[in-house]
């Protein structure tokens, strides 16, 4: 038992003297894909075994909003009582345009056309939707309401392409982070199912033949690696990098910025990195989420930003998460919301957000910002113009969220990625199949090895096309699809 | 021989029945890397047999401009002789601003410290430099030159941290693609010190044992898969993956924008492919370099690039290449450079480019554009008002290349992507060591195997921070290493 494991080294089969669990589905990681994953497979016959690192369940799931992104075959039932009709083409066009150049045309084909009865499995397990909507731009309902917009779906270009409809669908509780009440609920599905798990346990290695199929997994239990034999499959589960800096540095070195990771601790990559050691490909591993909230209130939406040159450079009623990414781009990262009287206010996820400026004339607020001279009072007075027309040529914000910049005095909120925590966590991960299969860079099969969740590289992939909810609906769905396939072949 | 391989998964050692080809040091792949890794690890000591997949030596360096990216130590002789002074801390710093947000500063270090000697192992080699130096923008001499501009290195932000001097160092030869020339020299050198090659020998998958050491490769030769045994390491020098749709959808999807990629048409990514089929971790897959060059002549730099929203976004001053980045970010990828009667040019690399419109006033140009009214006036109004004052407090592009723009007629040259073809190649490889040293995702060396050039993520790594002569500056140099660390460990 001197062995050292890496989960970059897979241990071969030929090295397993004996093991000392066999289960059929072996599940690396107790967060929403994981449960997700052993409730499917458990129910499909097989026996399966959980192994989580923390001392509980609930991973980076149960620190989240607690939202899934749902709609497609006319709407769910929140949708179609809160009056959206939302077809499965736009559905499908929405999220195709949100998953980037890299978008996974069969993975979102498959989501789009499932995501109703989704909606409907999560709450046979027991996550609570009250069945409300919620109208306005929240990060999340802070009430107890179902249904809010929680992406770019309507703000272009979105709306252009897809007809909007409001799809993120909060679990019921009052306040913020119902990804509790979420894991709550599954967790108690996943025990009442008599399934086998094992907190406090650290997965230290696959089992793999000569091949690279995988037999099993070594995880430590009780301070002891213990080999694992996996039947049908082992599940990655395992969360994604955000907490492992030296892999951000190698993968998503822009990412660091984000000084706030949306994580339960244990995103360290491990998981990612055991895919890659039996030739899983890794893949859009530059992308994260990021985001650094403007709204709610939602009055700030109707503020412009404007970057160091005095430009806009976004219109300000796309997702929050978007707004950030194009910050990071500005030069510097140096941006702020340029604000009137009529609509200040603060932000609510950061009340005691740096006012960098005010200034009784646009003029005044410009030389105090350092902004070249006159640029600001230009892009002020143009976008005043547009806001009096309803109609914005250059950054083709919605006529609803604009309104002349005219009653004094004027204030800028820094959004200066020095002055505002990001929260973060990374979008790339293991390469898989819509049955979470996962695949070598040629797009081979890994016999034996699934993925879901941010272990996974799923829906969302991109961080400029992140809405709220697309991380949860995926690894919650996709999950599913990665219990059900190894347990039964399909 | 019945058995299939692939790039993705090693032959095993216990699958070898015997060795057809023994050697020291296997280099796959003829181009700059492997040459320079050849001639290196031949002189150290080592047997050396080298496995090209075409049926020539050249490779994607053959085709290419012909430049090193030099400096430091207080300049070549080159620099020194046109009297630019280059400090190895200026070389240091701005190789590191042009690394990007993932930088490898030990390989930085040993590059900048390293370069001045580096120049004169290639004059050794053969290679031929004039020792001239030629003033202007080019993308490279035209002339038999040596000694351009070839970077972002006296525009914003760059020239503010580290000061500039030209460093690209251009092979003898009148007219564009001194590639070729230095290709042939370095050929001949490989072939005088009786090193062993065989061309259209394609390497089908590394050798490896249990650990994923290293021990050989197998090759096709003749149409029979042959295992050669590498006694000190296999180095992979096989170039990137820019000839491979399917590994761009997967890893650099932004990069297909780029139709014109740059290759002698091997870059196939199986090197890169064989190196992580061992556990080798391959890095910042996503970036690449591509430019749509809008200079020569240098009156184009006097021009301004607007987006569909009448801004400008870059100091048109930067390398062609950083331009071209930006303009893939802006709105719908469109952008236009503005140029009045004074500057008006055809890009030489485009001499039929689309004229988008022609005016006599900023309105009429910005109409015909379809530009929000107003925008065009202003930037151009503005840009002039800081033209005449010398500053460029928007943009920060030097004084040097700003002019009023006031002769009429006006026109937009486009620099849309549907317009105008971009040459490309892929940033991302093999993360290593700055011996060459294939890395896991975990930093742990992988015994007996090396990769250099666009194999490896070297020097460059980032789109927006290449300058021209670095990839052979990379490759030549980081191939070298290899070369001698696989001969004799060091």
Same mark, same amino acid.
């Given at each position: 038992m001197s062995q050292t494991y890496s989960p970059s080294r897979p241990l071969r089969l030929s090295e397993v003297e004996r093991w000392d669990i066999e289960t059929d589905v072996a599940v690396i990681g107790f967060g929403i894909s994981g449960a997700c994953a052993a409730i499917e497979a458990k129910n499909a016959g097989a026996q399966v075994t959980v192994f989580e690192v923390a001392a509980a369940s609930g991973g980076s799931a149960a620190l989240s909003g607690g939202e899934f992104y749902l709609g497609g075959n006319g709407g769910t039932p929140v949708q179609k009582a809160a009056g959206f009709e939302d077809s499965t083409e736009d559905f499908f066009k929405y999220l195709m345009m949100a998953g =980037? $150049? =890299? @978008?996974d045309e069969a993975r979102v084909r498959r989501y789009a056309e499932n995501a109703v009865a989704h909606f409907h499995w999560l709450e046979a397990q027991g996550v609570p939707f009250k069945g409300t909507y919620l109208p306005g731009k929240w990060l999340e309902p802070m009430t107890d309401d179902t249904l809010v917009w929680s992406g770019s779906e309507a703000a272009w270009p979105f709306a252009q392409q897809a007809k909007p409809a409001p799809r993120g669908h909060a679990a019921q509780m009052v306040g913020m982070g119902a990804g509790r009440t979420i894991m709550e609920r599954l967790t108690a599905k996943v025990e009442s199912l008599g399934i086998e798990t094992h907190y406090s346990s650290r997965a230290l290695a696959l089992v793999a033949d000569e091949e690279n199929r995988v037999q099993g997994v070594v995880v430590r239990i009780d301070g002891e690696p213990r080999r694992i034999r996996a039947r049908k499959g082992v599940l990655l589960c395992a969360g994604g990098f955000i907490c492992n800096d030296e892999m951000l540095k190698t993968y998503a070195p822009a990412a660091r910025v984000g000084d706030w990771p949306v994580t339960g601790g244990n995103d360290d990559g491990s998981g990612i990195r055991m895919g890659m050691s039996v030739g899983g490909a890794a893949i859009h591993m530059d992308q994260f989420f990021i985001t650094r909230p403007f709204f709610p209130p939602e009055s700030l939406v109707k503020g412009i930003f404007v970057n160091e040159r005095g430009q806009r450079f976004i219109n300000e009623d796309v997702y929050h998460g978007r707004a950030t990414q194009y910050i990071l781009r500005q030069p510097n990262q140096r941006a702020w919301l340029i604000v009137d009287n009529a609509i200040f206010d603060r932000p609510m996820t950061r $009340?005691?957000?740096?006012? @960098?400026a005010v200034g009784e004339t646009w003029e005044e607020l410009e030389q105090e910002l350092g902004l070249p001279t006159g640029e600001l009072v230009h892009t002020v007075e143009a976008y005043n113009r547009y806001a009096e027309a309803g109609s914005d040529p250059v950054c083709h914000k919605d006529a609803k969220w604009m309104q002349p910049l005219v009653e004094a005095p004027f204030a800028a909120l820094s959004y200066c990625t020095t002055d505002f925590p990001g929260a973060a966590f990374t979008l790339g991960g293991l390469s898989t199949l819509p049955t979470g299969q996962v695949l070598t860079p040629e797009g081979a099969v890994i016999p034996g090895l699934y993925a879901a969740g941010r272990c996974a590289c799923g829906l969302p992939r991109w961080g400029d096309g992140y809405s709220s909810g697309m991380s949860l609906g995926d690894s919650s769905f996709f999950g599913r699809q990665a219990g059900r396939h190894a347990a039964i072949g399909e």
């Open positions: =980037g $150049p =890299g @978008a $009340p005691d957000i740096e006012v @960098a």
